[in-house]
Nanobody, 120 residues
Framework: EVHLAESGGGLVQPGGSLRLSCAAS????????MSWVRQAPGKELEWVSHIGFGGRNTYYLPSVKGRFTISRDNAKNTLYLELNNLKTEDTAIYYC?????????????RGQGTQVTVSS
């Protein structure tokens, strides 16, 4: 059974930073591409970033490129998302998920999510 558990969210001021983690189990993590997606209040789920199974190929939503960095540690079955220079529009629940065949798409289930709130 696929299990994903996100952590690391919190309340941060604009311009601040956070590092999100996603602990994965129930599948062979090192052979699966992964994504981060988010859902802002009142909005639909939005893909944020993708990383290939080896960690070399990464892709980002244009509005976060240069501010967010996705990475993974296959030895620890853990996915990361470093969020820098946060903006109020980054406020959302952030989820990790296995990537589907096309970049920008993902498979269910996601984890329970971790709340990121950017506010002064």
């Amino acid at each position: 059974e696929v299990h994903l558990a996100e952590s690391g969210g919190g309340l941060v001021q604009p311009g601040g930073s956070l590092r999100l983690s996603c602990a994965a189990s129930g599948f062979t993590f090192s052979t699966v591409a992964m994504s981060w997606v988010r859902q802002a209040p009142g909005k639909e789920l939005e893909w944020v970033s993708h990383i290939g199974f080896g960690g070399r190929n990464t892709y980002y939503l244009p509005s976060v490129k240069g501010r967010f960095t996705i990475s993974r540690d296959n030895a620890k079955n853990t996915l990361y998302l470093e969020l820098n220079n946060l903006k109020t529009e980054d406020t959302a629940i952030y989820y990790c998920a296995r990537s589907d065949f096309a970049v920008g798409t993902w498979l269910e289930p996601r984890g329970q999510g971790t709340q990121v709130t950017v506010s002064s």
